[in-house]
């Protein structure tokens, strides 16, 4: 296939340059080796007679996801969108939108990353339906949904860490990156609910229900978690949500509308520093 | 055709370039010189639309456009000083991405490989390259689109014999078209072969503007003559100074400051005294040492 758009241009550049990098099979082979493993271990645990239930070994799975997905996102995306001097200089002085570059790069990286997902997915999903039938698909195919807004998301976020800091050296846009997914996916639930902890039940609740909506893990794991097992798994933070919501479908139209913000906000602070920026 | 008017950048408190007026016609080969961080690249990458202006302002092509408008970058191609390019693309790979989005002539890759001299390790990976042929790949890139205006930063900095005579082939190719061409470079060969006028700055300042004439009879002035004699008579230097005031032994040598037009004179005078030339050696003046006089001229 020929393509001539500067953006389906840079996005099949970006593709390539994805698949060829061994960080990216890396991490494909990581995130496909362990979903293996957690679903095989739904079948194992069930004394080998199936899949012990589809939704625990999902939720399982969710973790995975949460844990990894926006690891994967941040680490790859930083790496490929850090600007790299020689090469920034010649690719920005083409007669061609500074933002258009960066979407087409950013629509790359999306898409290397949801195929280096999808071994894992289809993998896991082997084990996972040939032991419990057709049972959960749909779930399924909404955790895949799942881990492709994880992904938007923080590549966005990437793009605007890897533009980000004085000198914009690689090495610190990493650090930046690294920390940005242990406060997202790891510190952030235990200081909310910390700080929960100290509250009046009103104060926590409202707290809880913000601090799910801030943070774009907390927000997808309320998402799955309700697409996978409805409410049975939920911490106190996601039923203080539903709360709020007055119901599921409330909900899910607040953590969508959490997650496009995610998606586009720091995409666009992104492309705006990049137009401001002298390379 | 390029126009810098009342160009200033800065970079937090350092000031790069400061107060550039300067034009490069349609068809003129202009070099930048000057000494190390004298603001060459920054002049060069703000025509290239990779850094805004502090203050001024600076117009590409005809009619003129801001460099940082992307559609006015149409009208020209920027080689980088030190170019980089992903080392798992094929160099073919990343002539045939240049291509498309310049939206060349297929038939460009082709000649654009051979003439970096690339043709023959154009399937390998960039990775595998030495420096001198990533060079070479990125003038490949550079001058895959026949744009009207040819920014260079030190395009010779890294070519072998082989890859500058091809440089320079294509660039006198180049000029012969009506093309501009606007570089850098710390090689005066470079520039007296290729520029038609030469813009120095110094300390983010234009120095001088110089022809090719100007520039070599500024050079020629501070050269020096050395000449090893034997059998000097005494009285050898006050008569060479009654020429050249400044002219001085050194053991052996008799070392006469000027420039080539005085060369000859001297020499008939110390051949008149009965003085017999062991060793002759003429230097022309150094871009060095023309930087410091610039520089002192500045303060």
């Not at chain 1, 940005?180 to 009046?200: E, I, P, Q």
């Not at chain 2, 970058?73 to 991405?97: I, N």
């Not at chain 2, 000859?264 to 002759?280: F, K, N, S, W, Y």
Request: net charge positive; glycine share 10%.
């Amino acid at each position: 296939m020929t393509v001539s758009s500067p953006l389906a241009l840079c996005a099949a550049q970006e593709l390539t340059l994805a698949v060829r990098s061994r960080a990216t099979q890396t991490f494909a082979a990581v995130f496909a080796a362990l979903a293996i493993g957690v679903a095989a271990s739904g079948y194992i645990l069930s004394g080998g007679s199936g899949v012990q239930d589809f939704a625990r070994t999902a939720t399982s799975l969710v973790q995975l996801v949460l844990l990894i997905v926006p690891l994967m996102a941040l680490v790859l995306g930083t790496t490929a969108l850090s600007p790299d001097r020689g090469a920034s200089e010649l690719l920005f002085s083409q007669p061609v939108a500074r933002r258009t570059l960066l979407w087409g790069r950013l629509l790359g990286l999306f898409a290397a990353l949801i195929a280096a997902q999808a071994l894992g997915f289809g993998a896991s999903g082997l084990v996972i339906f040939s032991q419990s039938g057709g049972e959960g698909v749909t779930a399924f195919l909404l955790l895949m949904t799942g881990a492709a807004t994880l992904t938007a998301i923080f590549l966005s976020v990437a793009a605007l860490v890897a533009g980000a800091g004085e000198g914009r050296r690689r090495s610190r846009a990493m650090a930046t990156a690294i920390f940005v997914w242990f406060a997202a996916a790891v510190l952030y639930d235990v200081v909310a609910l910390g700080a929960a902890s100290m509250l009046r039940s009103g104060a926590a609740s409202r707290l809880l229900i913000v601090a799910v909506l801030a943070n774009p893990v907390d927000a997808v794991r309320t998402g799955l978690l309700l697409a996978v097992q409805g409410t049975t798994a939920f911490g106190a933070a996601s039923l203080a949500l539903l709360r709020f919501a007055g119901g599921p479908g409330r909900a899910v139209f607040l953590i969508l509308a959490g997650a496009a913000l995610w998606t586009i906000v720091p995409a666009l602070l992104a492309a705006r520093r990049l137009d401001r920026a002298d390379i | 055709m390029i126009a810098y008017a009342r160009f200033t950048k800065r970079f937090g408190e350092r000031t790069a370039v400061e107060d550039l007026t300067l034009r490069v016609e349609p068809g003129e080969a202009v070099a930048l010189l000057g000494p190390n961080g004298s603001g060459k690249t920054t002049t060069l990458k703000a025509a290239a639309g990779l850094v805004q202006p502090t203050s001024g302002t600076v117009l590409v092509g005809m009619p003129g456009r801001p460099a940082c408008d992307y559609q006015a970058r149409a009208s020209l191609s920027f080689l980088p000083q030190r170019v980089a390019f992903p080392e798992s693309l094929t160099g073919r790979e990343v002539v045939e991405f240049y291509r498309r989005l310049r939206g060349v002539d297929p038939s460009h890759a082709d000649a654009a490989l051979r003439l970096a001299a690339l043709n023959g390790s154009s399937g390998r990976p960039v990775g595998t390259y030495s420096g001198g042929m990533v060079q070479r790949l990125g003038l490949a890139v550079a001058l895959l689109p026949s744009s009207p205006l040819l920014l260079l930063d030190e395009p010779t900095a890294a070519l072998d014999p082989d890859g500058l005579c091809a440089f320079y082939g294509v660039m006198e190719r180049r000029k012969a078209v009506g093309q501009t061409i606007f570089f850098t470079s710390h090689h005066l060969g470079d520039a007296e072969r290729l520029a038609d006028r030469f813009a120095i700055l110094v300390e983010g300042r234009l120095a001088a503007l110089l022809t090719t004439r100007e520039l070599a009879d500024r050079l020629s002035a501070k050269g020096v003559l050395r000449l090893r004699l034997a059998s000097a008579p005494d009285d050898l230097l006050e008569r060479v100074r009654l020429l050249s005031s400044r002219a001085t032994w050194s053991g052996d040598e008799l070392i006469v400051p000027g420039s080539a037009a005085g060369r000859a004179p001297v020499i008939d005078l110390v051949r008149e005294c009965g003085a017999t030339i062991l060793g002759l050696t003429a230097e022309e003046g150094r871009l060095d040492t023309f930087y410091r006089e610039l520089t002192g001229g500045l303060r």
